[in-house]
């Protein structure tokens, strides 16, 4: 055991005192914190221990005022002994006497026995073999691992999936995958939509990034989120009416967006949703931004953004196009005629790579805009593309199916470290295209202002030693790539020449500068997003739109009315579904078959993607709680006093970090208070165990019966948990032995165990029809 402070507390206020400071732990009885810290088990060791049993005045058992008062450090033998417990509080006295051994429960209190921390043993493995979820990890082991004692009824968020971290609009994608799994797909269709209205363009040009923080990468592969969030995306394409109304009241407010990309239209829907009047400028004939002119319509078809952007008209949002800001309207006409205003304008300017002949190539983004300029067959026998980007995967991959015979894309990055997909990159190559990593630019080789090709050096590194982008180059190795086409996709960037000298708004480093937490800019009521604030990703300016709108709705004082969801109490998955070790695949056009203005694959049928949904985890914490007394206290309808507030017991627990209860860093329990039950109620709890030295119930159970009755499960959940649907059935009947039999059926009925948990679904019937039985 590691050393520690240990210090015996005059007053429960010294002892939260020290709490609060940090890095310190309570103990009362003992016996789970002391075997916690001589195995090592926690991912942070205290500095502090502090002793509660030295605070006078905690450890009592009285009546007054026809309520049961237990002090917190009252040992558990004494609650089990107590002549007025076992007559009036029965279940409490049972679960007390059932606790181990008469050693711990001579050392053991009752405020430690219901604060304890979870029973699983990759929890408990010594020396933090196993930094789990409740540790601060990111993962439940117990899902693919041993999980004989494990949760039969699902388990419960620590904290936001990995999948959901990794998504920078932070999709809740265990929620709407959970729905998919129970056949909701509207549900699924509302889940997603609270933080991103774009599904159907998302589920084809994201790079997903939410699949490299997927869990089932450590075992096989990822869950193929993008197939799914496709399927769902056209399912919501497919029923406008459901999802995208326009909103039952007007704020009377408006609000202009100049820009019609991603970060645009989030933020129109978002704005739409409160309430607001939503107008939409664009210099270009069609509404889109990136996603209508730069993205190839193999990837991204354009009747498919031009049905996004219809929905959006029908919700009442107002497309001003082919509309200048700085020309035909000023920034000082918007800020006069709107509440607000939103500059997400994309990244649609050439940067200058000063290259000898720069001005002989083609920028990237030009060539994709006016693609079918180049379908009348300019494109040439030979193409070289420079870029390691998504952008110059599209570049190359374009030119290929316009007709080059032999096209050549050249980087500064390493392969492994190329920003695009390795799906990108592999379906580049499959269509023919030649990658060379770790290539740059020297010069453009020409004859009398005709191209010839390209001059390249050898990048030895494209970042310095203190990781800064910095290209480092070998001159002394160099090669000719022959080309009648050099095609720059290096990077773009943002044009805000709309801004005159006039127009007083802060930039920083060329874009828009703004409050991190409201996107406002330096003018007051003006706001930014998207690739005018920062370039990156289409679901990266999905969440600066929302961040955006988000900011807006305050700074007007409107706001989205909320909708009503009914979450489910534990996280499902499906038990023969993440066994499943190969992920769902698009249908795709063979290599052969592929062309410029037809899309490559074909979206996954609802069935696959709901088959696809059962290889999710739905990562949380499937340990349960190890407690004897919190199911009979919360049976008998508990109270738990703090140093802070009053809990009712039912609510006492929680799932966290190194912590089955809902207390503060400084809560500490000071008494449990049960009310009188009514005339003629009788309470029971039994427990199974395999051993009775061993703390640990496999299944618990407490009862009352008369009054309200209660059935209260311990060691099938994270929490402990009440069963109402056993309780119905039970409620004002007398109990005889088909009607606890019914009860028992009843207490499993929502049992989603995992195939070693089955056992514990028969064993939870009987223990319910027992305990029943035993009050008969």
Same mark, same amino acid.
């Given at each position: ?15 939260? =005192? ?29 500095? =502090? ?76 493995? %010594? ?41 920078? &609009? ?58 799914? !969030? ?9 029923? %406008?009416?459901?999802? #995208? ?7 009377? @407010? ?62 009442? /949002? ?13 920034? *000082? ?25 720069? *001005? ?8 994709? /805009? ?14 070289? /593309? ?13 030119? +290929?199916?316009?007709?080059? +015979? ?5 980087? $500064? ?48 590194? %494209? ?26 996709? =290096? ?66 004082? =409107? ?98 970090? !190194? ?30 165990? #395999? ?39 039970? &409620? ?23 195939? &070693?948990? @089955?056992?514990?679904?028969? $064993?939870?019937?009987?223990? /319910? ?8």
């Amino acid at each position: 055991m590691k050393p520690f402070n240990h210090i015996n507390a005059a007053s429960v206020d010294e002892a939260a =005192t020290i709490l609060k400071s940090g890095k310190a732990k309570v103990i009362a009885g003992g016996t789970d914190l002391i075997g916690t810290l001589k195995d090592n088990i926690l991912s942070d060791y205290p500095a =502090t221990v502090v002793n509660l049993k030295s605070v006078p005045g905690l450890d009592y058992i009285k009546e007054e005022n026809g309520m049961l008062k237990i002090g917190s450090t009252t040992r558990l033998a004494d609650i089990a002994d107590n002549a007025i417990i076992k007559e009036k509080y029965t279940a409490l006295a049972q679960a007390a006497h059932a606790v181990a051994s008469p050693n711990i429960r001579e050392m053991g209190t009752i405020a430690g026995n219901i604060s304890q921390l979870p029973r699983c043993w990759y929890f408990r493995k %010594p020396e933090n073999r196993f930094p789990c979820i409740r540790k601060g990890g990111k993962e439940c082991f117990a899902i693919q691992g041993d999980n004989r004692f494990h949760s039969i009824l699902g388990g419960k968020r620590v904290a936001p999936s990995p999948c959901s971290k990794e998504c920078p &609009a932070g999709t809740d994608i265990p929620g709407y995958l959970e729905q998919i799994r129970k056949g909701d797909w509207d549900g699924a269709a509302q889940t997603f939509l609270k933080l991103h209205p774009l599904p159907m363009i998302t589920g084809r040009v994201c790079a997903h990034p939410c699949q490299q923080g997927c869990n089932r990468n450590e075992t096989d592969k990822s869950v193929s989120i993008n197939c799914i !969030e496709r399927t769902l995306g056209d399912y919501i394409l497919d029923h %406008p009416d459901k999802f #995208y109304a326009p909103p039952a009241t007007e704020t009377g @407010k408006s609000v202009a967006i100049v820009g019609s990309g991603p970060a645009s239209l989030t933020a129109a829907y978002f704005l739409r949703k409160a309430g607001n009047k939503v107008t939409i400028y664009d210099e270009k004939e069609e509404a889109g931004g990136m996603l209508m002119y730069a993205i190839p319509a193999y990837r991204l078809p354009k009747d498919l953004v031009r049905k996004v952007i219809d929905i959006f008209k029908k919700m009442g /949002v107002e497309f001003k196009l082919s509309t200048k800001i700085g020309d035909k309207v000023m920034p *000082e006409e918007l800020e006069r005629d709107y509440d607000s205003v939103l500059y997400a304008t994309g990244t649609w300017k050439r940067p200058v790579m000063g290259v000898s002949g720069e *001005e002989l190539t083609v920028f990237g983004l030009d060539f994709l /805009v006016e693609i079918k300029k180049w379908m009348e067959g300019k494109i040439g026998q030979e193409v070289f /593309v420079m870029g390691g980007g998504n952008v110059a995967m599209d570049v190359a991959m374009s030119a +290929k199916r316009l007709g080059a +015979k032999k096209v050549t894309l050249a980087c $500064l990055e390493p392969r492994d470290r190329m920003p695009a997909s390795a799906e990108e990159i592999a379906r580049a190559e499959e269509e023919g295209v030649v990658v060379m990593p770790g290539w740059g630019l020297s010069k453009v080789v020409e004859e009398n202002g005709v191209v010839k090709g390209m001059e390249l050096k050898r990048c030895t590194s %494209p970042w310095d030693n203190t990781g800064a982008f910095n290209p480092q180059y070998d001159e002394c190795e160099k090669l000719v790539i022959e080309a009648e086409n050099i095609m720059l996709a =290096t990077g773009q960037k943002v044009d805000l020449s709309y801004f005159d000298e006039k127009y007083s708004i802060q930039l920083k480093r060329g874009y828009i500068d703004i409050d991190s937490d409201t996107a406002m800019t330096s003018r007051k009521g003006i706001f930014g997003a998207g690739d005018a604030v920062r370039p990156g990703l289409a679901i990266a300016a999905i969440a600066a739109g929302r961040k955006a709108a988000n900011g807006i709705n305050r700074y007007l004082g =409107t706001s989205i009315p909320e909708t009503k969801t009914v979450d489910s109490a534990y996280l499902t998955h499906d038990a023969e579904g993440i066994s499943v070790k190969v992920p769902l695949k698009l249908h795709e056009l063979d290599a052969s078959k592929r062309r410029i203005d037809i899309e490559d694959s074909i979206s996954a049928s609802m069935a696959e993607a709901a088959e696809e949904a059962k290889r999710c985890m739905n990562c949380g914490c499937y340990a349960v709680s190890p407690s004897d007394t919190a199911p009979a206290l919360i049976a008998l309808g508990a109270k738990i006093v703090t140093n802070k507030r009053t809990i009712d017991a039912e609510d006492y627990f929680d799932v966290k970090v !190194e912590c089955n209860t809902v207390l503060d860093q400084n809560e500490i329990v000071t008494e449990i208070q049960i009310p009188a039950l009514p005339s003629g109620s009788k309470s029971a709890f039994i427990k199974m165990s #395999y051993r009775k030295a061993i703390d640990f119930p496999v299944v618990n159970c407490a009862v009352l019966t008369g009054g309200i009755p209660r059935v209260i499960l311990g060691a099938v959940a994270p929490m402990p948990y009440r069963s109402r649907k056993a309780e119905k059935v039970i &409620a004002g009947k007398e109990i005889s032995e088909t009607l606890a039999e019914e009860a028992g059926a009843a207490a499993v009925a929502d049992a989603v165990p995992f195939n &070693a948990t @089955k056992y514990k679904v028969q $064993l939870t019937k009987v223990m /319910v029809k027992r305990a029943l039985l035993s009050i008969k």
